[in-house]
């Protein structure tokens, strides 16, 4: 057993019983490092990465790499996910040198944790032009023994390079319709009209971008950016990359059809997919994006909460086949001969529905389920009934592992999605689900000081700081939560977080943003990256939030910071306008306002308070904030003054604090908001 057995990262824990010596990141593993003057192995990687596993399997488990590694390395083990301020550090560097990057990264770094050699996967043996980790390691050994200076030149050299790496410079200001239809110009250029999507394989769903184009449409009435978002959108929800049976998505593509994913499914893509659908919905009334939400939304709560009411970070690719090995995508695929198995006389039924074939879409004449059919006419019940027993059918195969460890940003961007899910279709559950979400981010990550935590594990806090995204996707959650529910409680939480932002992540000089906070530990950079990747970056999610507590509140500090922030994306969102999608939308909310929408009604089991407060939250007006309550109440800044009208419930629309006249009709307050 090494030093990994007491640490909360269920990827650690996976590497608790190999023979390797393991570290966690820590002060004590360079201690030793320095004491015993040998190299550091960093390796990093997450629960869910199907290539870690296979290393994992290969080299650490393998006695005889473990027992050369013991003799001549300190090795640390590091989740990404846990931290990602090392990630992003280290991966700038192997970036920079090798002009790639990705999971497991395998880094080597001298007892200063300055990096002098990188790489990611390393196989057991020679193959196709790669060394194999054992040649690796015997050559870093060698080198670090006979040619130290060299190497620790290298390291320094390294070093001074990065810390000259320079943020891109941002713009003075924030970004006007100019740039904002540059970007909309650089999108349709990048656009996959016969597929949907930007780009080619592997495709990533653009769940920031879709954002951007559905607000874009709002503000503008731009048909192209509403045809991209709901074009796009149907591609995805008709392929592979979504889960025909239980809902939710997939990592992404391998290819540029949707059709074969890799299986992993991540909280964070699902969260923002389902918020993704649900403003589709909103804008356009599609069944299938109304479908899509709420299937997305039953997974998030089905599959991944925790029983201390939190969400956990992912489902693995992998699972047993059946036969003891673990293989990708085992528990989702189908044959035409399972499927008989399963429906007897629906299964040429369900073939055709689903896209089934002898030959398969995937490995061994295995499908993976999607609805190719955009023509004819099936029965609804009976399609019904094959997807029910086929999930019931499936549910019985050995399921992927799930990785259960809780991160505060990821579980910020459920609450916002299931919030609004749950008001937009009448489902109380899924509301309910989002504030069990915010009651655990807030009993067990956020200290007496408003400072968060990175992550938990079965309610216990983990031992890392809160990065710059926590503290903007937990403000986003909190701001959509008060919205919805009319607790004020929530904007004053979401006031804490973004309050620390100001103080602690902020450059005061050029208002931009670091990942890390001011007295954070110190790496050999502080991480500043403002582009969106896979989820928000901490930098675009933050001056989101940071605008939004603005419009609700009427706070000048809260708003200037976030017209600051917005400057990146005015020289960014030109030119690589996938890249800083939600920076995009951000914007599209600072131009549009945001509206400010305060209800007023005499308490919250009044129906027309409550038709009221609906259409609010239906409105698609960019990063409009709703406030709701009754005219004497204290909980939103909003509502100060605001007053019944002849006694009847009323809405105010203001930008700037400054109100149209009041309505008291729904179909009023929706002219309104268009």
Known sequence: ????????????????????????????????????????????????????????????????????????????????????????????????????????????????????????????????????????????????????????????????????????????????????????????????????????????????????????????????????????????????????????????????????????????????????????????????????????????????????????????????????????????????????????DDAELAAQYFGVTEEGTFEHGQSVLRLPQTEGVFDAERIASVRRRLFDARARRPAPGRDDKVVAAWNGLAVAALAETGAYFGRPDLVEAALGAADLLVRVHLDEHARLARTSKDGRVGPNAGVLEDYGDVAEGFLALASVTGEGVWLDFAGLLLDQVLVRFTDPETGALFDTASDAERLIRRPQDPTDNAAPSGWTAAAGALLGYAAHTGSEAHRVAAERALGVVKTLGPRVPRFIGWGLAVAEALLDGPREVAVVGPGPDDERTAALHRTALLGAAPGAVVACGTPDGDEFPLLAGRTLIDGAPAAYVCRGFVCDLPVTDPEALRAKLA
């Open 1 to 344: 057993m090494n030093r990994l057995a007491h640490e909360t990262s269920p990827y650690l824990l996976q590497h608790a019983d190999n023979p390797v010596d393991w570290w966690p990141w820590s002060a004590e593993a360079f201690a030793e490092a320095r004491r015993t003057n040998k190299p550091v192995l960093l390796s990093v990687g997450y629960s869910s990465c199907h290539w870690c596993h296979v290393m994992a399997h290969e080299s650490f488990e393998d006695q005889g790499t473990a027992d050369y590694l013991n003799e001549h390395f300190v090795s640390v083990k590091v989740d990404r996910e846990e931290r990602p301020d090392v990630d992003a550090v280290y991966m700038e560097a192997v970036q920079a040198a090798t002009g790639h990057g990705g999971w497991p990264m395998t880094v080597f770094l001298t007892p200063d944790a300055e990096p002098f050699y990188f790489g990611t996967y390393y196989p057991p043996a020679p193959r196709h032009g790669m060394p194999s980790f054992r040649q690796v390691l015997e050559g870093v050994q060698q080198a670090w023994t006979t040619r130290h200076d060299e190497v620790s030149e290298v390291a320094g050299k390294i070093v001074r390079d990065l810390a000259q790496r320079e943020i891109v410079r941002q713009a003075a200001e924030a970004p006007g319709e100019q740039e904002l239809a540059q970007a909309l110009l650089g999108l349709t250029r990048e656009y996959d009209p016969q597929r949907g999507g930007f780009g080619g394989a592997p495709k990533f769903p653009p769940s920031m971008v879709l954002e951007f184009l559905l607000r874009h449409h709002a503000r503008t009435g731009a048909e192209g950016a509403l045809q991209m978002a709901v074009d796009t959108c149907e591609r995805m929800a008709r392929g592979g990359i979504y889960d025909q049976l239980g809902g939710g998505f997939a990592r992404y593509s391998v290819d540029r059809d949707w059709i074969v994913p890799h299986f992993e499914k991540m909280l964070y893509d699902n969260a923002l997919l389902c918020r993704v659908y649900a403003h589709l919905w909103r804008a356009t009334g599609s069944d299938l994006a109304r479908r899509v939400a709420l299937e997305t939304a039953d997974f998030l709560v089905r599959e991944l909460r925790t029983p201390e009411g939190g969400f956990a970070s992912a489902l693995d690719a992998d699972s047993d086949d059946g036969t003891g090995r673990h293989v990708e995508g085992a528990y989702y695929v189908w044959t035409p001969a399972q499927l008989r198995d399963v429906l007897g």
